[in-house]
């Protein structure tokens, strides 16, 4: 997921409290999360619509929607490309684009940029490794500008915080180089931006140069993106060029090789047997929908002809544009259907023992909750991680592996419900990836002043005399979540099946929970087996 957040008086004033009040109704058509924490206003977004990842984007999409101001005009100028790539980037980062964005004294949008950028590093540039972002105060620098290698020892420059060094002292003593060196692939030599004076504009994707440091009075910046990934690179440009112009810039991008002209308002055609086929039904107002979810549209032969802007970087197909479609329609407008099937299906044997577990802990007064399998492998720092399953590619890096265990998560929305009454008394059912192996787990955990080993013991006696009825006990063992000496592993029937007890107060008070933890988490799968 990707938060933004801004201080509730600050939001209403950079967006006007008339939008602040339709984040919520916009909410619901969008599908995106709002929770309210004391003066601070928070969005969670899906990875998906990175396009709207900052509340000017959202203000532009609001009033679109709500007051029909359709786009008509292109948004961006065209010019001469000011960044030349030299061939000796082709094994390190071959790729480069850049921008320009004209207007006001930057003031309060300085930290605004500064964050968009990080932001867009963290999602689209995976941690700089696709994809890193350069912006620059272009009156203090000298075009064209040159993307080139050149020997870490012989260059230096003094970095936007005032770091003075040459290339290679630079990445082995500053924050920066010790954080991204290992981006630069080459022994010897480092990529960097030059102004036509020779002077150093950066060392992508590592840090900026003094000379071409923004400040809150820079009125013409120069944007460069460098990446190892052509399509992270191209989408973070367009995504970066549409927020400069959200919040009242001139953006000049230059033309790329003929394709930024044809992918910004790229066409995509949508007949009425696709959108009947997935939505059921095909409004009367189909043209007026795209157009509310910022598409331009018309009427064609045998449907409709979509133009897609730029920063929607998820459309890649007629299904997006029906989605947005139903989005705009309403679901709840969409009348429900019987499903047709070709037999009759039979209850599965495992979900009715899950059933009866539920039955069982909800009449203990525990409330069952759900959390992501998906999460990041840092969520795991003290317990470990066993799953040995991650994502590929990744959206968003705070979900790039699957779970090994249900209790992190819980933790988590536990830390988020901390303020709640005691005692918290909850429990998940969901599976997990242990070594490979999808399992079937139970977590329970029980949050009070004075959560103690004894109280999740009686969960544990209960639940398995009322399932499996077979011998079981708890088997004294170390593990870093329990608390030494107040837990142990659950033995059923003479199989490991889970372990118990206090959790370490490490973890919870990391998780920022004030109050003691107990808990328990049971591989089902065993348990079932043992049903007699």
């Known amino acids: 997921m990707v938060v933004i957040r801004e201080k509730k008086q600050e939001l209403i004033r950079n967006i006007g409290n008339n939008y ?23 969005i969670e977004f899906n990875p998906d619509r990175p396009d709207l990842f900052s509340f000017y984007a959202l203000k532009s999409a609001m009033r679109t929607f709500y007051e029909g101001d359709y786009p008509i005009e292109p948004i961006f100028h065209r010019m001469k490309s000011l960044l030349g790539v030299d061939a000796s980037l082709k094994n ?88 991204y060196g290992n981006l630069i692939l080459s022994r010897d030599s480092v990529p960097v931006i030059l102004d036509r004076e020779g002077d150093v504009l950066s060392m992508p994707p590592i840090i900026n140069g003094i000379k071409s440091r923004i400040s809150e009075n820079t009125s013409r910046l120069f944007f460069d993106i460098t990446g190892t990934d ?3 690179v191209f989408h973070a440009l367009y995504l970066f060029a549409y927020e400069m112009s959200y919040i009242g810039y001139n953006v000049s991008i230059p033309e790329i090789a003929g394709r930024a002209g044809r992918y910004d308002w790229r066409e995509i055609s949508l007949t009425h047997g696709e959108i009947k086929k997935i939505m059921g039904i095909e409004p009367e107002c189909t043209v007026m929908l795209l157009r509310k979810m910022g598409y331009r549209c018309e009427v064609s032969s045998n449907g409709y002809l979509a133009r897609v802007p730029g920063n929607r970087i998820d459309v890649m197909g007629p299904v997006d544009l029906i989605e947005d479609i139903a989005k705009a329609y309403g679901y709840a407008r969409i009348e429900e259907r019987v499903l047709v099937t070709s037999g009759t299906g039979h209850p599965y044997i495992y979900n009715d023992y899950s059933s009866k577990i539920r039955d069982i802990m909800t009449s203990l007064n525990y409330q069952e909750v759900k959390t992501f399998v998906l999460n990041s492998g840092e969520f795991y720092r003290h317990t470990g991680y066993s ?21 992190p998560g819980i933790m988590a929305l536990l830390s988020i419900n901390r303020r709640r009454k005691l ?3 909850i429990f998940e059912i969901g599976d997990v990836v242990v070594s490979g192996t999808q399992e079937n787990h139970l977590s329970v955990l029980f949050n009070n002043s004075r959560a103690s080993y004894s109280d999740i013991y009686q969960i544990m006696e209960y639940l398995i ?24 592993r659950i033995i059923i029937g003479g199989d490991s099946a889970g372990i118990i007890g206090e959790m370490n107060p490490a973890i919870f008070e990391d998780f920022g929970i004030p109050n003691p933890v107990a808990f328990l988490e049971i591989n089902l799968d065993i348990l079932f087996s043992h049903i007699k």
């Open 20 to 42: 602040f009040s339709r984040l919520r109704d916009f909410a619901g058509i969008i599908g995106y999360s709002i929770e309210e924490d004391d003066d601070e206003f928070k």
């Open 92 to 179: 390190e980062r071959p790729f480069a684009l850049s921008f320009t964005a004209t207007g006001k004294p930057l003031g309060k949008y300085y930290s605004h940029i500064i964050d968009y950028q990080e932001r867009l590093h963290e999602t689209a540039g995976k941690s700089r490794r696709k994809m890193a972002i350069g912006i620059h105060d272009l009156d203090s620098v000298k075009p064209p500008f040159k993307l080139t290698m050149v020997n870490r020892k012989r260059i230096s420059f003094t970095t936007y915080d005032n770091f003075h060094g040459t290339a290679e002292e630079i990445l082995q003593n500053h924050d920066k180089g010790k954080q």
């Open 230 to 232: 052509y399509n992270a």
């Open 387 to 407: 799953g040995d399953v991650s994502i590929e590619n990744p959206k968003s890096l705070d979900y790039s592996v699957i779970r090994d265990k249900l209790f």
């Open 423 to 425: 005692p918290v008394k």
């Open 465 to 488: 005399s009322r399932t499996s009825g077979s011998d079981y006990r708890v088997e004294p063992a170390v593990f870093p979540e329990i608390l030494p000496g107040r837990g142990g």
